[in-house]
């Protein structure tokens, strides 16, 4: 990427359109953002109430001190660093110094990281998955009796469910089928104690994203996220039951699902001699992994339509991000078996060229697209905006017939180009969106959580403000709360105002579910450090 410039992948210019958004906001002094500005061409969506905040936090953060063209590769070299590091943790505790650091450099560069880095520019699922060996090895401690490792379990919990929904759910039942092998491994109820108790207690850490994000998705139309081609029935491994492009790309991923398996099958043979020296992590990593490569197969499907918000993971081989742990951990533990140290080099090496392949492989067929960036900004800057996204549309909706998409050719060219007017006014007779001509408007204020502007003149009227209607949205009119109507086909914002000089106010307020989600994140992280604290009391 230093040589090239950045990868455009599947999610790039979402991320990067976020990023951008929220380090905007920033700068106007919003430091927790829940509404998207610039999205849908300026009129805006609850992106940040739904995607996790972790990676557009941590990429505007990044894109606030670097230049943005730096900002992707930036995060993707920390994110898999972190990678290491959390894969480290959990491979130490069985494996020797210099086979637990195989098991990190293998975690970090594992074939679905780069089909990630390269292909998806799937930041968040990346971040996500860059812990997911640190809530195994907590799990693991947590279940075997150790309480002092149920406050990192909670706290790691949380960090995925602020980095990925999908990976999160993932996340999810993968402790749940952890929390079970390990109560049969230990013939005990004690694991389920603590492993519960640690998985609540992050839920409850994560609660200002997850409750509001559960209890508004009836105000957006949130099923588009597993809509037609993005059904995990036409995501399966080598489908074809999906559009060409769907079907190429999802290929690649399952001959990286097949390099994955084979390998992690090869490692369990060997390995097997040494499962009393890591009895809990090798029953549960292989348990794992065949459960992963069972949900990737078309037979799985039942489970996906029954099993509670697995649907909405999408892709089934998104189950490579539990793979890659099993794959990094018993690869290594079998090459630490090998007695012949060249033999134990040898096979190191060979693993790794062949990664080093896949990923040139990848790194070739990448779309290298540097402009990506520098359109965005553009776009933003201008005040144009970008294109939102189908399934954070309020319900009613239909983000093609918003105004000011520079693409859409029914319209002239020089309107089409143009941001649409922060104002416009309502024509009673013909019912579309005109200039507010007429009318004296003043905005005093024009921020992402609020408009505030005057409007002056000798009619009523009816403005049309450039903004979609969403339950969070408070309107007043010369400082009481004023009714408002929409638009049916777009539920852009319109506030009739009388005749004479009016003040406006439309900002974004606190709704109760976020009030509810926040308090219980603060009550959640008073219990893990009270709980910590007594501990470390308690302790010789």
């Given at each position: 990427m230093i040589l090239l410039g950045n990868v455009s992948g599947h999610d790039f210019r979402f991320h990067i359109e976020s990023w951008m958004d929220v380090a905007g906001q920033w700068r106007e002094g919003i430091l927790f953002p829940r509404w998207a500005e610039w999205a849908n061409w300026g009129f805006g969506e609850p992106r940040f109430v739904f995607y996790p905040s972790l990676s557009w936090l941590a990429g505007a953060a990044i894109g606030s001190v670097l230049p943005w063209r730096m900002a992707p590769a930036v995060f993707i070299w920390l994110t898999l660093i972190l990678a290491g590091m959390s894969m480290w943790r959990l491979a130490r505790d069985w494996l020797s110094r210099p086979y637990a650091t195989v098991a990190a450099v293998l975690y970090a560069v594992n074939p679905y990281h780069l089909v990630i880095v390269y292909y998806r520019s799937a930041f968040g699922e990346l971040l996500a998955a860059a812990l997911l060996p640190l809530l195994i090895w907590a799990a693991l401690r947590a279940t075997s009796g150790e309480w002092r490792r149920v406050p990192p379990l909670a706290l790691t919990f949380a960090g995925i469910w602020l980095s990925n929904a999908p990976a999160a759910v993932i996340a999810t039942y993968s402790l749940a089928f952890l929390i079970a092998i390990v109560c049969a491994l230990r013939r005990s109820f004690w694991p389920f104690v603590q492993g519960a108790t640690g998985v609540m207690a992050g839920f409850a850490l994560a609660a200002f994203y997850v409750v509001p994000a559960a209890w508004e998705q009836k105000w957006i139309q949130i099923s588009q996220v597993v809509s037609d081609d993005l059904r995990p029935s036409a995501n399966f491994v080598f489908t074809r039951a999906n559009d060409p492009d769907f079907?190429?790309?999802?290929?690649?991923?399952?001959?990286?699902?097949?390099?994955?398996?084979?390998?992690?099958?090869?490692?369990?043979?060997?390995?097997?001699?040494?499962?009393?020296?890591?009895?809990?992590?090798?029953?549960?990593?292989?348990?794992?992994?065949?459960?992963?490569?069972?949900?990737?197969?078309?037979?799985?499907?039942?489970?996906?339509?029954?099993?509670?918000?697995?649907?909405?993971?999408?892709?089934?081989?998104?189950?490579?991000?539990?793979?890659?742990?099993?794959?990094?951990?018993?690869?290594?533990?079998?090459?630490?078996?090998?007695?012949?140290?060249?033999?134990?080099?040898?096979?190191?090496?060979?693993?790794?060229?062949?990664?080093?392949?896949?990923?040139?492989?990848?790194?070739?067929?990448?779309?290298?697209?540097?402009?990506?960036?520098?359109?965005?900004?553009?776009?933003?800057?201008?005040?144009?905006?970008?294109?939102?996204?189908?399934?954070?549309?309020?319900?009613?909706?239909?983000?093609?017939?918003?105004?000011?998409?520079?693409?859409?050719?029914?319209?002239?060219?020089?309107?089409?180009?143009?941001?649409?007017?922060?104002?416009?006014?309502?024509?009673?007779?013909?019912?579309?969106?005109?200039?507010?001509?007429?009318a004296r408007i003043h905005v005093q204020a024009w921020t992402s959580e609020r408009r505030n502007f005057t409007a002056d003149s000798a009619d009523a009227l009816i403005l049309a403000v450039r903004l979609v209607n969403y339950p969070a949205w408070r309107v007043e009119v010369n400082g009481r709360d004023a009714e408002f109507g929409t638009r049916p086909e777009t539920q852009q914002i319109l506030v009739p105002v009388p005749a004479g000089s009016n003040r406006v106010d439309v900002h974004l307020r606190h709704t109760k579910d976020r009030i509810v989600g926040g308090s219980m994140s603060l009550v959640s992280l008073l219990f893990i450090l009270g709980f910590r604290f007594s501990l470390e009391r308690k302790a010789p």
């Open positions: 079907v190429a790309f999802n290929w690649k991923v399952s001959w990286v699902a097949v390099g994955l398996i084979a390998l992690t099958a090869i490692a369990v043979l060997p390995t097997w001699r040494k499962r009393r020296e890591i009895h809990t992590p090798w029953w549960t990593l292989s348990i794992l992994a065949a459960i992963s490569v069972a949900l990737m197969l078309p037979p799985s499907l039942p489970l996906w339509r029954l099993l509670p918000r697995l649907w909405f993971i999408q892709f089934p081989w998104r189950w490579l991000d539990v793979l890659g742990v099993a794959f990094a951990f018993l690869v290594s533990a079998a090459i630490a078996g090998l007695r012949n140290r060249v033999a134990s080099w040898s096979v190191i090496a060979l693993i790794f060229v062949a990664i080093g392949l896949a990923g040139a492989f990848m790194a070739r067929n990448a779309n290298w697209d540097s402009s990506d960036i520098s359109d965005v900004a553009a776009s933003i800057n201008s005040g144009r905006g970008y294109e939102g996204t189908d399934e954070y549309a309020p319900t009613g909706c239909d983000r093609d017939q918003l105004p000011g998409n520079p693409d859409d050719e029914e319209r002239p060219t020089d309107v089409s180009r143009d941001p649409a007017p922060r104002i416009a006014k309502l024509d009673p007779e013909s019912g579309d969106i005109v200039p507010a001509a007429g």
